[in-house]
């Protein structure tokens, strides 16, 4: 079975292609299918970290849309990541109306995430609300993921109704604990993914290795936790024979 997950929050500079990059690393170091596409044209900064596993698209035109379920049809099996722009949300949710797009991926046995990305600000909240009421019912699931790395004071978020409107409507939450900033500067300056910024010793020092590792390892769980548990599960059991075989 096939994930899609739209990563979006409207709001610019909150981390939704940081989140996106992060999701990405996840599904190709636990072994699974993964494809994503950059809607970000003026940016392309998925694309500018993950080029040999991504695509482009258009999120306010129908057809570069498309490509989405296109792709989905011919690999049931891939778990697929949109890294959406800001201010996308109006294009997206009438492309996901006039084409009926969750009872077509629900056909073609895939499950939907909507990842809502979200800084400590008052409009990250609003945002979040708008989206809860574009999609009431359980036809996708909600992740609310709270960047401490855009800010560190969510518990006015945390005490408000509309977090209690998320808690009611069975969203998930998933906090991205900030790396230090100088880290992700020195990664992001030298297009590192984040499998090259833990493993690549000529660009990294040991220990900015060593803290990037830990701190993918500790996000790998909490992703874990949300996507598909039983398939990393095989996934890995599968690489483990594997290497037993030709050990």
């Known amino acids: 079975m096939g994930t899609i997950h739209f990563i979006g929050g409207e709001k610019g500079g909150v ?10 690393q996840y599904f190709i170091d636990s072994g699974l299918p993964f494809h994503g596409f ?6 392309e900064t998925f694309s500018r970290f993950y080029g040999e596993f991504s695509s482009h698209l258009d999120a306010g035109d129908f057809d570069s849309m498309d490509q989405i379920i296109a792709f989905a049809e011919e690999h ?6 949109v890294d959406l722009a800001a201010q996308t949300f ?34 990250s909240m609003f945002l979040l609300d ?33 977090y209690q409107k ?5 969203v998930r939450f998933l906090d991205i604990t900030e790396l230090q900033p100088a880290l992700i500067q020195k990664i992001d300056f030298n297009n590192l993914s984040f499998w090259a910024a833990a493993n690549n010793r000529q660009a990294m020092g040991i220990a900015e290795r060593k803290r990037v590792g830990a701190w993918l390892k500790k996000h790998y769980g909490l992703v874990r936790d949300i ?7 095989a996934a890995q059991e ?3 024979e594997r290497e037993e075989f030709t050990s």
Do not use: C
């Open 166 to 170: 998320a808690l009611n409507r069975g």
């Open 90 to 123: 109006n294009g997206l949710k009438k492309w996901i109306q006039e084409s009926e797009v969750f009872d077509l991926f629900a056909e073609l046995g895939f499950e939907l995430y909507f990842w809502h990305v979200m800084d400590d600000g008052a409009d």
């Open 227 to 233: 996507t598909q548990p039983a398939e990393v599960e």
């Open 76 to 81: 049931p099996d891939h778990h697929i990541v």
């Open 38 to 43: 950059d809607s970000d044209r003026s940016l």
């Open 15 to 24: 981390g939704k292609s940081f989140s996106a990059r992060l999701l990405a």
């Open 130 to 162: 708008k989206l809860l009421k574009a999609f009431p019912d359980q036809a996708v699931n909600i992740v609310v993921v709270r960047n401490y790395g855009r800010g560190g004071r969510f518990e006015h978020f945390n005490e408000s109704a509309v």
């Open 238 to 240: 599968t690489r483990s």
